[in-house]
């Protein structure tokens, strides 16, 4: 049973539509026609290349791990090694991590708004410096071509 504007929504319509085609679209079925909830989200930590979910069956034992596409493909401008992670202690790291926040959400809602608001202001303000380098560096290079 669906209960349409019970409460106030979180974002408006037209962002959660658009927020939705966009994950849509992003998610491929592997031959099994599964898909990993992870698959698409993760980095790797030495090149920064997206890790995709892999899945082998050995001797009627399945085996499902996020590799790096850039080890993968061995390509001499890529130094990264081969290596993977084992999707489901990923997965229940993850899960564990998003119970705690629940658990803190709901214990301290007051904290919890108030660590929001602190990590959105120091993102903007990381993005502000960000932009006034790159502000900086365009108006340099603007006065050496002058």
């Known amino acids: 049973m669906t209960c349409e504007n ?13 927020a939705k085609r966009l994950r849509q679209g992003r998610r491929r079925l592997n031959k099994s026609g599964a898909t990993g909830v ?3 989200l993760l ?8 890790l995709h979910l892999k899945r082998q069956i050995k001797k009627d ?28 202690p990923l ?8 119970q705690q926040i629940v658990r803190c959400a709901k214990s301290s809602e007051s904290t919890f ?4 608001r602190d990590s959105d202001v120091y993102e903007r303000k990381q993005a502000l410096k960000n932009a006034e380098t790159e502000l900086a ?6 006065s050496e071509l002058d």
């Open 137 to 142: 560096k365009a108006k340099r290079r603007i």
């Open 6 to 18: 019970a409460h106030p929504a979180i974002v408006d319509k037209e962002t959660f539509e658009t």
């Open 38 to 40: 992870l698959n698409g």
């Open 113 to 116: 708004i108030e660590k929001l």
């Open 61 to 88: 034992v399945e085996y499902c791990y996020f590799e790096c596409r850039n080890a993968r493909n061995r390509n001499e401008n890529v130094t990264c090694t081969c290596h993977a992670v084992k999707r489901e």
């Open 43 to 50: 980095v790797c930590g030495d090149c920064g290349g997206k």
């Open 91 to 98: 997965e229940q790291m993850v899960l564990e991590e998003i």
